[in-house]
C-alpha cells in the first residue's frame, strides 16, 4: 500500500492559512500560471492533483507530462482552458466552482449594464477630469432600463441571479437556452428563439459556457440583427463574441455599444481596437472579483481537490464519468 502524501501542484495564489489547510494533506508545489513550461512540467510529473485556474490551459500536452494525475481543480466556474474529452479519457476528474459566484457575477452584469444605460464611465471621468467646473458639456444623456427588454443568453445559475435582478429594476426578460419553458420561479422569463431575441432585445447579456457550439456565437450576421441602440454585455467569456465582428458593429452604428468584463485575448494587445472605441465600457474580468466570493471559490476549489486526493467525491465535478478511475488510482 503506498503511503505517501498526494503531491498537489498549485498555479494560483493561496493565503497562508489556505496553504496550511493543504499542507496538512499533501506535499504542496507552487508555480505561478506563467512559469516556463519545463518548470510546470518538472511539478507535475508526479503530481495527483493540480489547483489552477483559467488562466493555466490544460491541455493535451500538459496531461501527457502528468502521468498521475488525477484531479484537475479549477478555480472558477468556467472551464473552457480543459481539455475536458482528454482528461476524461486519462481519468482524470475536472472540478469547477459552480453556485458559489453567480451572485457577484450577477451583480457585476447588473453593474455594466447600469454603467452603459447612465453612462457612469463618461460622467465620472468628466467629474475626475475637472470637466465639471471646467464648464465643459456634460455627457450626453443615458437611458432608462425600466420598462426595455433584456435578452439573455443562457438562463443557467448565473443567467437566473440576473434575470431576478432585472426585473427588479423593472425590465421585461427574454432568454434563450436549450429550454423553451422556464422554471417555475421564472415565468416571467420569456423564452425566444436567438435570432428573435437579438433582434427585440434592448440589451443583450452572455451567460453561456463556452464551448465549440458558443465560440462566436455573436458574430457579424448575429450583431446585425440586434438594434441600432442596443447594447452587448458579456461577463461570460471573450470568444463568446467575434471581437472583430463586435468592433466593426460598434464603428458603424450597427449596435450602440458593448459593455465587457470579457475580451477575446486577455490582457488585450495594448494596440487591441476594442480599447480605443468610445461606445465601450470595459473592465479586466472581475466577475467574481469580491473577498467574499473568491474566498467561497477557493474553499470550493480546494474541497474538490482534497475530496479526490482522499478517494472521496468532490462537491463539483464535471466529468463525473471519470471520477471511477479518478478516485481508485494512487
Ligand atoms: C475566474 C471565472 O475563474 O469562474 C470563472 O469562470 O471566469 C472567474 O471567476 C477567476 O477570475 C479566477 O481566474
Not at 458574430?219 to 440583427?225: D, I, N, Q, V
Not at 463586435?246 to 455599444?257: D, E, K, N
Amino acid at each position: 500500500m503506498d503511503t505517501s502524501r498526494p503531491i498537489a501542484c498549485v498555479t494560483i495564489g493561496l493565503a497562508p492559512e489556505v496553504l496550511g489547510r493543504l499542507e496538512a494533506e499533501c506535499e504542496v508545489r507552487v508555480v505561478g500560471a506563467d512559469a516556463p513550461a519545463r518548470v510546470l512540467h518538472g511539478a507535475l510529473a508526479d503530481a495527483q492533483g493540480l489547483l489552477c485556474s483559467a488562466l493555466l490551459p490544460v491541455d493535451e500536452r500538459l496531461m501527457a507530462r502528468a502521468p498521475r494525475l488525477r484531479v484537475v481543480s479549477n478555480f472558477g466556474v468556467g472551464f473552457n482552458n480543459v481539455d475536458l474529452p482528454e482528461a476524461t479519457r486519462r481519468g482524470i476528474a475536472v472540478c469547477n466552482t459552480p453556485g458559489v459566484l453567480s451572485d457577484a457575477v450577477a451583480d457585476l452584469t447588473l453593474a455594466l449594464i447600469l454603467a452603459a444605460s447612465r453612462r457612469v464611465v463618461e460622467n465620472a471621468a468628466h467629474v475626475s477630469s475637472r470637466g465639471w467646473s471646467g464648464g465643459r458639456p456634460a455627457p450626453a444623456l443615458g437611458f432608462d432600463i425600466g420598462g426595455k427588454t433584456l435578452g439573455l443568453v443562457g438562463l443557467g445559475r448565473i443567467g437566473r441571479a440576473v434575470a431576478h435582478r432585472a426585473r427588479a429594476f423593472g425590465m421585461q426578460v427574454s432568454y434563450h437556452d436549450t429550454f423553451s419553458e422556464p422554471p417555475e420561479e421564472l415565468r416571467y422569463c420569456q423564452y425566444r428563439p436567438l435570432d428573435d431575441l437579438l433582434g427585440e432585445s434592448d440589451i443583450v447579456s452572455l451567460h453561456v459556457n463556452l464551448t465549440a457550439e458558443t465560440h462566436h456565437l455573436l458574430g457579424t450576421r448575429e450583431l446585425g440583427l440586434m438594434k441600432p441602440t442596443a447594447w452587448v454585455v458579456n461577463t461570460s467569456r471573450g470568444p463568446v463574441i467575434d471581437q472583430a465582428a463586435l468592433v466593426r458593429a460598434l464603428r458603424q452604428g450597427t449596435i450602440a455599444g458593448a459593455a465587457l468584463d470579457v475580451l477575446e485575448s486577455e490582457p488585450p494587445a495594448a494596440d487591441e481596437p476594442i480599447l480605443s472605441l468610445p461606445n465601450v465600457v470595459l473592465l479586466p474580468h472581475v466577475g467574481s472579483a469580491t473577498v467574499e466570493t473568491r474566498a467561497a471559490m477557493l474553499d470550493l476549489a480546494v474541497k474538490n481537490l482534497l475530496a479526490v486526493l482522499s478517494g472521496q467525491e468532490p462537491p463539483a465535478c464535471v466529468n463525473r464519468e471519470a471520477l471511477p478511475r479518478a478516485l481508485e488510482r494512487r
